[in-house]
């Protein structure tokens, strides 16, 4: 007698088939669902990491970079008003590992023109330190590259990490335009009154621009500028065209790279101007011959 209580081989396979299959969708969403977890617990780690560096920069965790730019915030209320413009500084965290996660701040600037001075030397190496880790993921030797290996990169720096679209010829000569560019808000003004008191004949409406200038030849040994830190040897004096890129032919003002007090900003001022061509060596051999030179000034600019 034939017995028909079991299962055929076909519906045997197919059972296998849907149970098969069932597993399959079971262990996709198992898998899905982890790694959703996983993405999401990276996301969110990736975020208080950037929102911490955001905050307190020194306390940022070594996978995140944070690029603070100058910037200008407008804004306008109604149509026909002049809009509200409000100064501050725009930072964009980033996670090394995963690009796609960033966070931006803007801090509004409630200081004076004397007080955005005192950031010119430290933005400067900040800048200069961006750079040399830019050229150093892509080039990797950097004792190895030229003047127009720099100015390449550089160029792409700027397109790729600040979104400038605008080229700078070197990194020597063209400093202040390059320092503008990434730092729009160089202008100062509380300084002219006090260097016209010592010196008559500056002229307290036309130089009115911070400007970092780099006095050495343009075909320097790139390793000995960047890993050595040659770039900190660098003179800050007002001119009246760093926007343009060009360097001041005089000083009449000399800022003090190696004042320390946060409070204080300090500047050295000639009687007359003087030609920046007496400057024939580094910033430490020219700081220490006018400190003790009774033409100099020494000029402390504090908080109001």
Wanted: charged share 25%; glycine share 4%; hydrophobic share 30%.
């Amino acid at each position: 007698m034939k017995n028909n209580k079991g299962m055929t081989l076909i519906e045997t396979i197919i059972a296998l088939l849907i149970l098969s299959t069932a597993s399959i969708i079971m262990v996709t969403g198992f898998v899905t669902a982890f790694r959703v977890f996983s993405d999401s617990e990276q996301y969110k780690n990736n975020t208080n990491n950037e929102e911490t560096a955001l905050i307190n920069e020194s306390q940022k965790d070594t996978n995140i970079d944070v690029n603070p730019i100058d910037a200008t915030y407008s804004i306008t209320l109604q149509q026909g008003q002049s809009p509200i413009t409000v100064d501050g500084i725009y930072k964009k965290a980033k996670s090394k590992t995963d690009s796609g996660v960033t966070l931006s701040s803007f801090e509004i600037d409630n200081s004076d023109d004397t007080q955005k001075a005192r950031n010119v030397y430290k933005n400067y190496c900040d800048m200069m330190t961006q750079i040399h880790n830019y050229l150093k993921e892509k080039v990797k030797a950097t004792s190895q590259m030229n003047s127009s290996d720099v100015k390449k990169y550089i160029n792409k720096w700027l397109k790729e990490e600040k979104n400038i679209n605008v080229e700078v010829n070197d990194i020597i000569t063209n400093l202040p335009k390059l320092y503008s560019l990434v730092y729009p808000n160089i202008k100062i003004n509380a300084l002219g009154d006090e260097i016209a008191s010592i010196n008559p004949q500056f002229d307290k409406n036309k130089y009115t621009y911070v400007t970092p200038c780099l006095f050495m030849n343009k075909n320097t040994d790139y390793y000995d500028f960047f890993d050595g830190e040659k770039y900190k040897d660098v003179f800050i004096l007002l001119g009246d065209k760093a926007k343009e890129g060009d360097r001041p032919n005089k000083i009449y003002a000399l800022y003090d790279n190696n004042s320390s007090n946060e409070d204080v900003d300090v500047w050295w001022v000639p009687k007359n101007g003087v030609n920046t061509s007496e400057i024939t060596g580094t910033y430490s051999e020219f700081y220490n011959k006018i400190k003790n030179d009774s033409s100099w000034h020494r000029i402390e600019t504090t908080k109001r």
